[in-house]
């Protein structure tokens, strides 16, 4: 299985200020014939299940603010969320899908 | 828009059978365009995928968990449902049911999980 890890296990970021969490995959999850990395990024909040904020490394999904933006290729990804808001406070979690066995990162929590 | 909704017993016995049923409305599991999944996730922990089932039948299993579980499909219904057996208490979890889409235009036919249910907790206790 492809294994994720994330770093930080945890960061506290000031209101406006920027937070950055980074993903890395066992293997690479680039796929050639489609250029498409196989990386999705989710929020989860406490008592509530996932919500992909990510999918294909780098395409924000419909409704989600354009303070989150995703980055990177092959092995390293990074989400960046550019001015952080008091309802950003959240697990974040990175998938890869390009294997038969979808796994995902450990969480990085992220606070105020 | 879609809705999926977990069903089952909170507390299981040890060594009994974990049974949930995740019933989808606005979509149809017979759909092409979707697989339709078992995550589980620990306290504290990354969630974990336990399997996933296509319209038809075909099913992938976690290979960690592949001896203890069956996923199977009601299409009259539009459910689909979880069996785990011989259940310890590292089984206790929240449960999801979740979908992710089909999109096999380029050899590759895997994509994100896109709706998730509310989540079940389950309990492994005598």
């Known amino acids: 299985d492809i294994v994720m890890t994330q770093s930080p296990d945890s960061l506290a970021v000031s209101l406006g200020e920027r937070a950055t969490i980074n993903c890395k995959s066992s293997?690479?999850?680039?796929?050639?014939?489609?250029?498409?990395?196989?990386l999705a990024w989710y929020q989860q909040k406490p008592g509530q299940p996932p919500k992909v904020l990510i999918y294909?490394?780098?395409t924000r999904e419909s409704g989600v603010p354009d303070r989150f933006s995703g980055s990177g290729s092959g092995t390293d990804f990074t989400l960046t969320i550019s001015s952080l808001q008091a309802e950003d406070v959240a697990v974040y979690y990175c998938q890869q899908y390009y294997g038969t066995q979808w796994t995902f990162g450990q969480g990085t929590k992220v606070e105020i | 828009q879609v809705q999926l909704q977990e069903s089952g017993p909170g507390l299981v016995k040890p060594s009994q059978t974990l049974s949930l049923t995740c019933t989808v409305s606005?979509?149809?599991?017979?759909?092409?365009?979707?697989?339709w999944s078992w995550i589980r996730q620990p306290a504290g922990k990354r969630p974990e995928c336990i399997g996933r089932?296509?319209?038809?039948?075909?099913?992938n299993y976690n290979p960690s968990l592949k001896s203890r579980v069956v996923i199977s499909q009601d299409k009259s219904k539009n459910q689909f449902s979880l069996s785990l057996s011989s259940v310890t208490a590292a089984d206790t979890a929240v449960y999801y049911c979740?979908?992710?889409?089909?999109?096999?235009?380029?050899?590759?036919?895997?994509?994100?999980?896109?709706?998730w249910g509310q989540g079940t907790l389950v309990t492994v206790s005598s």
């Open positions: 089932i296509y319209t038809s039948g075909a099913t």
């Open positions: 979740a979908r992710a889409g089909v999109d096999c235009s380029n050899g590759l036919c895997y994509t994100w999980f896109d709706s």
């Open positions: 293997q690479s999850v680039l796929y050639g014939s489609n250029n498409k990395n196989y």
């Open positions: 294909w490394a780098s």
């Open positions: 606005g979509a149809s599991i017979s759909s092409v365009s979707y697989y």
